[in-house]
């Protein structure tokens, strides 16, 4: 049956006005750069005090469940509330079911669907910063099916995405191991801090013009959406095919591989991810492929150092500040410190992060393939190709 999108939702919550005053801590207010895919990262999002949040959330407050969305800058980004005390910025949505007629997680998983991305954009209006009004959004239609068949459809749906979240929540522990044990490893006075190029070989791409995008195309260009913050390069967040001739010609000095690493120069400033078993690809724009040397096969040690604070302090020591955006010179690049040691230390450290990092390839493994069950399933289950009766 179809709905306009009002007649379907309880509350539709919209905050304009002057942002409000920030604080160091208090209650996170969440913005369009918090959500980053489909979840919402705290530590993105900025605070107000108590009293700016009584002032500024004047239309309603949000409630834990509900689900939000940005209206621009960019379009379509979704996730859902966790918790009740939050505020919520300017272009983003805060959006609620109506009772027996529209379920939250179905809400949710139509957003992130192609069917309700491209209704989004049907909608969508502006020049420089395009966008979806609020009185847009309402005048949407969207065919729900009962509310029992969609309760069913996110149930499939939410057991892939609590395998992904607990998978995610054990790479996170794994991860804050293996970085307890690189700042012991700094503090080792049997380690001296040496440049990376004494173990690894530094290559930049020395391409300017990004090649044109090619569907079904030969091989696919990394994009800075495949760099997640945890190290980890994935190849499903960000698909971005390009034609025979343009791979060979970015892919001249290295086709990036497992192993690999690869650095950003610019925006993300020092954001590095290591390539997985099956990459086959070549290097964006803004980017330098670190390989080690093939003496060294220090790989997961070389994981855990380059993902550490001590070298994002590192980093940001050797970063240039510019007026619109700082950046990593890649000349810079090879003279980045890491502690080295005898080879023996060297293969004794290796061994003990070796299973660390594997459990920890593993695991996203595992999620990119689960992400890719569930983003097949969404579509057929939003169309009734598989029925449920």
């Known amino acids: 049956m179809k709905y306009k999108v009002e007649d379907a939702l309880e509350k539709i919550l919209d905050y304009r006005g002057k942002t409000p005053k920030k604080s160091n801590n208090g209650i996170p207010v969440i913005s369009a750069k918090c959500i980053k895919n489909g979840r919402i990262d705290y530590s993105s999002c900025y605070f107000i005090s108590s009293g700016e949040y009584g ?31 939050i505020g919520v910025a300017q272009r983003v949505l805060t959006l609620r079911g109506k009772a027996g007629v529209l379920d939250n997680d179905y809400l949710l998983y139509f957003l992130k669907s192609g069917e309700g991305q491209n209704l989004l ?10 966008g979806i009004k609020q009185s847009e959004f309402r005048k949407l239609e969207i065919d729900l099916p009962p509310i029992s068949i969609q309760k069913r459809m996110v149930k499939i749906l939410l057991l892939l995405d609590q395998k992904i979240d607990i998978n995610t929540r054990i ?18 006075p049997s380690f001296e801090l040496k440049p990376i190029s004494v ?14 995008p090619v569907e079904d195309g030969y091989g696919q260009l990394i994009q800075l959406d ?26 001249r000095k290295l086709i990036i591989s497992p ?13 590095v991810a ?52 700082n950046a990593l010179n890649v000349k810079d690049i090879p003279n980045l410190r890491i502690p080295i040691s005898s080879e023996q230390q060297m293969r004794g450290i290796e061994k003990t992060f070796k299973s660390f990092v594997e459990q920890i390839e593993a695991n996203n493994l595992e999620n990119q393939f689960l992400s890719a069950v569930r983003d097949s399933l969404l579509p057929k289950l939003l169309s009734g190709t598989i ?3």
Not at 64 to 80: C, F, M, R, S, W
Not at 121 to 130: L, N, Q
């Open 55 to 85: 002032k500024f959330m004047t239309r309603g407050f949000p409630r834990k469940g509900d689900i939000i969305l940005t209206t621009e800058a960019p379009l379509g980004n979704v996730a859902k509330l966790n918790r009740e005390d």
């Open 121 to 130: 954009k049907s909608r969508e209006s502006g020049t420089t910063v395009t």
């Open 171 to 188: 790479n996170k522990n794994l991860l804050e191991q293996l970085h307890l044990m690189v700042s012991e490893v700094y503090r080792n």
């Open 199 to 212: 173990i690894a070989d530094v290559i930049d791409c020395l391409h300017s013009k990004k090649p044109y």
């Open 226 to 251: 495949n760099i997640r913050d945890d190290g980890f390069l994935d190849m499903r967040n960000s698909t971005y095919f390009i034609s025979k001739p343009d791979f060979e010609n970015w892919t």
């Open 259 to 271: 192993g690999d690493f690869v650095i950003t120069n610019v925006g993300r400033v020092g954001a």
């Open 274 to 325: 290591m390539a997985p078993a099956g990459t086959k690809a070549a290097m964006g724009r803004n980017m330098t492929a670190i390989r080690l040397k093939h003496d060294s096969q220090y790989y997961s040690y070389f994981f855990a150092v380059m993902t550490s604070k001590e070298m994002r302090r590192e980093i940001r020591q050797r970063t240039d500040v510019g007026t619109i955006m």
């Open 387 to 389: 029925e449920l009766s």
